[in-house]
């Protein structure tokens, strides 16, 4: 009995000095959701301008250009996944991989050949694990990415993409990322980063016309043309886009944190409390082992006088 009792007690104190940590984890990714989500809404509108200037310029140029016109036989496609750098985030990492799973099946199926860039060291041991070629590994900024951790991305699928796939480039590129909905909700999506996918809307406004975003589109005069124009702002378009799925995937990295670590507490209380009512029952046991074993001693001396 003293020994089990000891062991116990032995488990109470392990879980206990897990619960100290997870509970300071939790507190910790609670923390950085609140500049994650500021960060996030800081540079969304730059994001949104900028891609509402290029529909206004594509809605104005009839001018092809790989910015905004898909090439007609696309053989190499780049699919970018964020992943995180640091487990115990809950299923944060595993949704994106299994989106960016179901994204290389469709585009498989359609006899495209896929590169893989990957944000995260989540994602690298994964992709590694399985005996996957990754074309481009990123880490060390998941949690709080810069703008020149987006640039350093976006320079290596810029290249890429200009070359095309018949030069071993690509021809289009996929952001597979997770938005931040609300700090219970965070989704996995796959969108086009290039080409990028016009609203139908924009091709047909005019200078006084709608724009997707609700807005007007502005009469551009194009110095010296429409294509250098949008040749200038593909890389703001690409970095631009990229930052934001990096700050949106911060931000749902800590929420997912947060909620895991508060589960992994909340557990370690429920086992700290199922722990310790054994141990008081293996205490009251041996309390009372001893004293049937005093009783049954008495009884024998006083039966032998």
């Known amino acids: 009995m003293a020994g089990q009792l000891r062991e116990y007690r032995r488990r109470i104190r392990s879980v206990q000095s897990t619960k100290k940590i997870t509970k300071a984890m939790e507190l910790i990714a609670a923390s950085r959701i609140a500049k994650a989500r500021a960060r996030v809404a800081a540079a969304r509108p730059y994001a949104e301008e900028i891609t509402r200037v290029i529909e206004a310029v594509a809605s104005q140029s009839n001018t092809p250009h790989p910015l905004t016109t898909g090439r007609p036989q696309a053989t190499r496609v780049a699919i970018v996944v964020i992943t995180s750098d640091r487990g115990l985030a809950g299923g944060y990492s595993s949704n994106a991989l299994k989106r960016a799973g179901e994204l290389t099946e469709t585009l498989r199926a359609q006899g495209?050949?896929?590169?893989?860039?990957?944000?995260?060291?989540?994602?690298?041991?994964?992709?590694?694990?399985?005996?996957?070629?990754?074309?481009?590994?990123?880490?060390?900024?998941?949690?709080?990415?810069?703008?020149?951790?987006?640039?350093?991305?976006?320079?290596?699928?810029?290249?890429?993409?200009?070359?095309?796939?018949?030069?071993?480039?690509?021809?289009?590129?996929?952001?597979?990322?997770?938005?931040?909905?609300?700090?219970?909700?965070?989704?996995?999506?796959?969108?086009?980063?290039?080409?990028?996918?016009?609203?139908?809307?924009a091709g047909k406004s005019s200078s006084t016309g709608p724009s997707s975003s609700g807005g007007l589109l502005p009469q551009y005069e194009f110095e010296p043309s429409a294509e250098a124009v949008l040749d200038a702002l593909l890389p703001r378009y690409v970095e631009s886009r990229l930052y934001a799925a990096l700050l949106e995937s911060a931000a749902s990295e800590s929420a997912a944190r947060q909620r895991a670590m508060k589960s992994a507490t909340d557990n370690a209380e429920d086992l700290a409390r199922t722990y310790t009512r054994l141990a008081n029952r293996a205490r009251q046991d041996a309390i009372t082992q001893e004293i049937s074993e005093i009783v049954g001693g008495a009884n024998a001396l006083a039966s032998a006088s």
């Open 112 to 201: 495209k050949d896929i590169e893989l860039h990957v944000v995260g060291r989540k994602g690298v041991g994964y992709y590694r694990f399985r005996g996957r070629t990754i074309n481009g590994e990123y880490t060390g900024f998941s949690e709080q990415p810069s703008y020149a951790d987006a640039k350093s991305v976006a320079d290596a699928l810029i290249s890429s993409f200009v070359a095309g796939g018949e030069d071993g480039g690509v021809d289009e590129i996929h952001l597979v990322h997770t938005e931040y909905v609300s700090a219970l909700t965070q989704t996995a999506v796959a969108n086009r980063l290039l080409p990028m996918v016009l609203d139908a809307s």
